[in-house]
């Protein structure tokens, strides 16, 4: 589902979808894993489930160790990225297993109010950036160089782009920098938001299959790159500091060493989760292999991770050492 964050809706509209969501609003009192774990024993440990499939593989299975093997109860919560960072010194959240990037969350929550702490890297790398389909990428290489996007703005016009080429965005809570680049690139193209990345990967799928003209946000690991190989436009080079100023971007996005964050409270609980979420760690060949299983082959998330843990029993006692 990077990823720092502008978000469309405002604070009170994301409480509310995350509520809708099927997740606790920030502030509801649910029993917390810190509490339950500073004897040893596990108890209910809260995981944040932000929207995209390679997020919620990660949480399958770490999800699947803890109940399976630890005896813990695993509470997992619909909530939108950077709203699950305030659940974090009320105890609605223990974990979110995948971050990316964040620098002014991590500078809130972690440096100034100390109630989260970095739990390390998940082991894989994460990248956001502007893809094409195949066909395009053939057909008009040079589409591959923002700088001559405007010079095929018209192609990848929509009755929703007004008149401009459509951008086309996921779900708009997730890292975007892109009305920024649009504009300080002065590209003549518009973001519309499709909403989720299941309309993204729609999108990309079609447009391969009909040959469409298609620019959109993407990013890796991601399962369906291997279905349809989308091709990544150059855009300026990300050098350090390049993205200091939001408003002002005109870079491509950083490298990502996808980590997992977690309550304070949490990881000085004693809990054998704690334990096992730093320890967890894997490679983004994994993550694909769960995610395919759950996106395509629409097995349940606990059957996917079930089926990975099964096959990979060394990987999963080298993240049990020390529970």
Not at 6 to 28: D, I, P, R, Y
Not at 123 to 130: A, D, L, N, S
């Amino acid at each position: 589902m990077a990823r720092s964050l502008k978000v469309v809706a405002s604070l009170a509209a994301l409480l509310l979808f995350s509520a809708a969501c099927g997740g606790a609003k920030v502030g509801e009192d649910s029993g917390s894993g810190s509490d339950a774990g500073s004897k040893g024993k596990c108890g209910t440990v809260n995981l944040a489930i932000n929207p995209w499939v390679g997020y919620e593989s990660n949480a399958a299975v770490v999800a699947y160790v803890a109940e399976k093997e630890l005896g813990c109860k695993v509470v997992k919560k619909n909530i939108l990225e950077q709203v699950a960072w305030q659940g974090f010194s009320t105890g609605v959240v223990d974990v979110i297993i995948e971050n990316w990037g964040h620098d002014d969350l991590i500078k809130k929550y972690i440096t100034d109010e100390k109630v989260a702490v970095d739990a390390g890297s998940t082991g894989v790398p994460g990248k956001i950036g502007w893809f094409v389909p195949p066909w395009l990428a053939k057909e008009h290489p040079d589409v591959l160089d923002w700088k001559n996007l405007n010079k095929y703005a018209s192609q990848f016009k929509t009755s929703e782009s007004g008149g401009k080429g459509q951008l086309l965005d996921g779900d708009p809570s997730y890292v975007t920098r892109d009305a920024a680049l649009v504009q300080n690139l002065k590209l003549n193209f518009k973001v519309v938001y499709s909403g989720s990345e299941t309309a993204l990967i729609t999108a990309m799928r079609q447009a391969e299959q009909q040959k469409k003209w298609l620019i959109m946000y993407f990013y890796t690991p991601q399962w369906f790159l291997n279905e349809v190989p989308a091709v990544n436009v150059k855009l300026p080079a990300y050098t350090p500091g390049c993205d200091a100023d939001a408003k002002k971007i005109a870079c491509d996005y950083p490298e990502y060493d996808l980590n997992k964050i977690v309550s304070k409270k949490f990881a000085d609980s004693g809990s054998p989760a704690a334990t096992l979420v730093k320890n967890f760690k894997w490679t983004a060949e994994d993550q694909n292999e769960v995610a395919k299983s759950i996106a395509v082959d629409k097995v349940s998330a606990e059957d996917a991770a079930k089926k990975w843990v099964d096959a990979n029993k060394d990987k999963v006692d080298a993240w049990l050492q020390g529970t």
